[in-house]
């Protein structure tokens, strides 16, 4: 092997072990980067646009992109290895915190349920609420979009009972963030060394029902959004990174304990189930 393919292999191989997911180990912030990113709506069909926002650290230039290529099985990271270094892989969407992108009109082949076209390869798996995702790019971050794809291994009926019943995923919201119980309305003060018990908060209307088809009993079934917090800092630590309840549980909250080290800025992401996004920001300043 030559020197220039050697490099050229080397090079990939170390940006794709350093392309990280936007859930990959969450409570640190102290660097600029892509922490989350939400689409409005957050469920569109292929040729619909999206809205895509980006929650980033300060000093993050943000370039976005949508991959077009599907990982291979053997490969480990969050996005297709050729996206990462083929430009004609991707299609570039610009730059800035938030940016339009429409669907491609192939996403579905590409990324779902549709046969592939050609002999080679085989239709995308969903995830376990059914779905399929859109790849893309946020300063290096990955990060997926959800597609209202068709339903595949289905008969004709449970397709149209699928059909009628399906509701188009809407993006949680953050209602309220309290420290030690008290409605954080603008920059939190605090002593160094100080342990908050924080907790954010979300309308009940935030884990919301759907349906999916479960290929194990061949048919359709009620299901419910669970819904996870990732909890970030630039500076203090987290009991944990990630908190949140279940399908089966109906709480609207979920607590964490912080640790105060200095200023900072406390970064909250709710994710549901099903791709749906909200964050919100809150400053600490201690006396």
């Not at 669907?103 to 592939?116: E, H, I, K, T, Y």
């Not at 909250?268 to 600490?284: H, I, P, Q, Y």
């Amino acid at each position: 092997m030559s020197g220039g393919v050697l490099v050229g292999v080397v090079s990939v191989m170390l940006a794709v072990s350093c392309t990280p997911a936007l859930e990959d180990d969450a409570s640190r912030a102290d660097e600029p980067r892509v922490l989350a990113v939400r689409a409005e709506p957050a469920e569109a069909r292929p040729g619909e646009s999206v809205t895509l926002t980006a929650l980033a650290t300060d000093g993050t230039s943000v370039a976005w992109s949508l991959c077009l290529a599907r990982k291979a099985l053997a490969e480990s990271g969050p996005i297709a290895n050729e996206c990462l270094v083929y430009p004609e892989s991707s299609v570039a969407l610009g730059g800035g915190p938030s940016v339009r992108a429409e669907l491609p009109r192939d996403a579905c082949r590409n990324f779902g349920p549709d046969p592939p076209l050609g002999t080679n390869g085989r239709p995308a798996d969903p995830d376990g609420t059914g779905g399929y995702y859109q790849p893309g790019l946020a300063a290096g971050a990955a990060f997926s979009i959800r597609v209202r794809c068709g339903l595949a291994g289905a008969t004709q009926a449970q397709v149209a009972e699928f059909e009628s019943r399906y509701r188009i995923n809407e993006n949680p919201e953050i209602a309220h963030v309290l420290a030690d119980g008290v409605l954080t309305t603008g920059a939190l003060r605090a002593r160094p060394g100080a342990r908050l018990r924080l907790r954010v908060t979300w309308p009940a209307s935030a884990a919301e029902p759907y349906v999916a088809f479960d290929p194990a009993a061949r048919t359709v079934v009620d299901r419910r959004e669970s819904l996870r917090v990732s909890w970030l800092a630039t500076a203090g630590t987290f009991a944990t990174s990630r908190t949140g309840v279940d399908e089966a549980d109906p709480a609207t909250q979920s607590e964490n304990d912080f640790t105060v080290a200095g200023d900072a800025t406390l970064y909250f992401v709710l994710r549901d189930s099903r791709g749906g996004v909200a964050f919100r920001a809150l400053r600490v300043i201690v006396d």
